[in-house]
């Protein structure tokens, strides 16, 4: 009898990374898989994106609604309270035999709670990383210790997950889907994607994401208005702006940028480009530049740089191509001149992605058909202690 993996998604950037591993997942014979979609993908004010899932040919198997219409810190914990609720009465129904989860978000950790009561266990991907400016740190670590098989981006983050108490058998460095994306996916044209975009891509563009610093309340006003002013420094520049993330103060920098745009000619805004559209904007792009961990995970194939800025994405592995700098207008601006130089450009065009080969999908594809051979999963976990001196 074929095992069942129900795959969360609750994001854009999210189902990005999870579509490779569901359509690999998919090819196996021993496995059905569900896809259950929530958060973000659900609300109109994030453009609908669930809309992107189906139009990829994934039927979804239940939409659960969680997002509240605000950013506040009470609001994400009344959303997280909603999920608990709804994925425990999910579980409860429809008992997979394991669920699939990706990264950091606060939705995640809820329903993951959800499935640790219902005693399914979880497959978490991309454990071990760091992001120090972001409450996304303690949820990652949070969600490690739930989990049953772990597959990370890297061997760093392989052994940070088996420092946390988890076996080195259960504990897999897989490589980053986001280098698999970035190296196998069709790219459109450019003249695909300006007619698509309905954005001329004839000067010179860079990609902007910007999200809040949730560990540093109250900045996002001030952050995204610096960031703003250093753009308005660089009129030879052409913008295509996505929109923050659901995350508290996502609003605000939101309701900036499309001000920022209306204003401005050289600039478009998206709720979500999809996978396929933004791959497609970064191959033609002269930089990224924001604080998405796209820009360290992805855009580095692309051999392109990226201006990090301040310290939502602290801790993470950077290639050379990545220039990270504190969020202040003169220091962004001087990030872009750097960015832009004969040197940097040329030491781009060369620097290697720490995440990967590309290869990802078919590694855990593999990696779980053995997991499953077994009868069912002990999850009476021992703690696994590294032997080390403090």
Do not use: W
């Not at 609001?75 to 129904?93: P, R, V």
């Not at 301040?310 to 801790?315: E, F, L, T, V």
Request: glycine share 6%; hydrophobic share 40%.
């Amino acid at each position: 009898m074929k095992k069942t993996i129900t795959v969360l998604t609750a994001t854009r950037a999210e189902y990005g990374l999870l579509k490779p591993i569901v359509e690999a997942i998919r090819e196996c014979d021993e496995f059905c898989v569900k896809i259950v979609v929530t958060g973000a993908h659900l609300s109109p004010e994030f453009g609908l994106t669930y809309k992107e899932i189906e139009k990829d040919g994934f039927q979804i198997d239940r939409k659960i609604e969680i997002l509240l219409s605000s950013d506040s810190p009470v609001s994400i914990s009344k959303s997280m309270g909603l999920a608990l609720i709804s994925f425990s009465e999910y579980f409860e129904e429809n008992r997979p035999d394991a669920l699939a989860v990706l990264g950091d978000r606060y939705e995640t950790l809820a329903v993951c709670i959800a499935a640790m009561n219902a005693r399914v266990p979880i497959l978490h991907f991309y454990g071990g990383e760091t992001t120090e400016g972001a409450v996304d740190e303690a949820i990652r670590h949070s969600i490690t210790k739930m989990s049953y098989l772990h597959f990370t981006s890297t061997e760093q983050y392989r052994k940070r997950v088996i420092q946390l108490g988890e076996s080195p058998d259960r504990v897999f460095a897989v490589g980053g889907i986001g280098v698999e994306n970035a190296l196998s996916l069709p790219i459109l044209s450019k003249e695909e994607l300006e007619e698509n975009l309905c954005f001329s891509l004839d000067s010179p563009y860079a990609i902007v994401t910007f999200h809040p610093v949730t560990l540093e309340d109250g900045e996002a006003e001030k952050q995204c208005r610096e960031l703003l002013n250093a753009l308005d420094m660089h009129k030879e520049l052409r913008y295509i702006f996505t929109m923050a993330n659901a995350d508290a103060e996502g609003r605000i920098i939101n309701i900036m940028i499309k001000e920022y745009v209306s204003s401005h000619s050289n600039a478009i805004v998206f709720d979500s480009l999809g996978t396929l559209r933004y791959m497609s904007a970064l191959k033609y792009a002269a930089m990224v530049i924001g604080n998405s961990s796209s820009g360290l995970l992805e855009v580095p194939s692309f051999h392109i740089p990226t201006i990090n800025i301040g310290d939502r994405q602290k801790g993470r592995l950077q290639a050379e191509s990545v220039i990270t700098c504190e969020p202040v207008c003169e220091e962004i601006s001087k990030a872009i001149d750097k960015a832009r130089s004969y040197d940097f450009l040329k030491l781009a065009a060369s620097a290697r992605n720490p995440y990967g080969d590309g290869n990802t999908s078919k590694r855990i594809a593999g990696i779980l058909r053995k997991a499953f051979m077994k009868d069912d999963f002990n999850l009476k976990k021992k703690f696994f202690d590294v032997g080390f001196e403090l």
